[in-house]
């Protein structure tokens, strides 16, 4: 379950049913997990999004096997590569019965509503918490944390829903200050986000006459860490394509790229590569390879020599 976990953090379920099923073949357990580099693990995750928890995930792998399994302590957990708060708690409660709770989204929105907590988010965060893990007191949450937790994921995703809650049928309407006040479906209060900053770059895509592209890895830190991705400057002098530009949006900022496209009878010896059609490339690594192809192969507006 701690990789499913990881999986999940900033990510909806359908997206990562598939990268679940992918890594539970290839790294049946935490110690094929720690076996393998870290630029296999990055790249079985390309696509999935938020590529830290990729870097992360086999450190926190190396540790665990290391120490010979999971740690059953909160404090423990919490001091292990890639583990916050919230996937202490979930791997505590739903795997070691630990009387803590782990509070997501469907757990805060229930919180809120039941305490009536109308200060918005994400400053009211603590005080939601705070408020939540007063539910695990509770004997009957405390005997069984794990199901506890999970009923509470349940309540919040199918009752307690973002968009018309279904109070009629909510176990815990008789004991909801918000339902009681006429506030369910106003709360949690979210504050106002500012605007995403746009910011420009460029990406140029070498094919070859057998269909490899030519790739590079970025530093293990910073934006893509540790990924494959295209060049951002010509790699070797011929006559670029333009292709249409590509936009991807980022938690913090939105990204457009200038997409270059040229295809040569051989890459650069020594060149990493990869087949175009199933490199293991981040999403907007994708997007921008995906559109010099299709420049290549429908022409495209020849402006640039480097």
Not at 82 to 103: D, E, K, M, R
Not at 119 to 148: C, H, M, N, S, V
């Amino acid at each position: 379950m701690w990789l499913s976990e990881i999986m999940l953090q900033q990510t909806v379920v359908a997206t990562v049913k598939p990268y679940y099923a992918k890594f539970l073949a290839a790294y049946p357990n935490v110690q094929a997990l720690a076996a393998a580099s870290v630029e296999d693990v990055c790249a079985l995750w390309a696509g999935l999004g938020y590529y830290a928890r990729a870097r992360n995930l086999h450190k926190c792998a190396v540790a665990v096997a290391a120490l010979g399994g999971f740690p059953k302590s909160i404090e423990a957990l919490r001091a292990l590569p890639g583990i916050g708060p919230y996937t202490a708690n979930a791997v505590g409660a739903i795997a070691f019965g630990l009387p803590v709770l782990p509070v997501d989204g469907n757990v805060e929105r229930v919180a809120a509503r039941l305490f009536a907590i109308t200060a918005p988010l994400p400053g009211a965060k603590k005080e939601i918490a705070a408020a939540a893990e007063t539910l695990i007191r509770d004997k009957a949450a405390q005997a069984a944390p794990g199901d506890f937790a999970q009923a509470l994921f349940d309540l919040g995703a199918t009752i307690c829903a973002p968009k018309s809650p279904n109070c009629p049928i909510c176990p815990w309407r008789a004991h909801c200050r918000a339902k009681a006040a006429g506030l369910a479906e106003a709360l949690p209060v979210k504050a106002k986000k500012p605007a995403r900053p746009r910011r420009e770059g460029k990406a140029y895509v070498l094919l070859d006459a057998a269909g490899d592209v030519l790739l590079l890895r970025r530093p293990p830190r910073g934006l893509l860490g540790g990924m494959l991705v295209l060049p951002e400057a010509p790699p070797v002098q011929t006559r670029w394509r333009e292709a249409a530009a590509v936009e991807h949006v980022f938690t913090h900022f939105t990204l457009v790229l200038s997409v270059y496209a040229a295809r040569v009878g051989a890459l650069p010896e020594g060149a990493l590569r990869a087949p175009a059609a199933a490199a293991p490339l981040p999403s907007v690594m994708r997007k921008a390879l995906d559109a010099g192809r299709r420049a290549l192969n429908h022409g495209g507006n020849e402006r640039r020599s480097a």
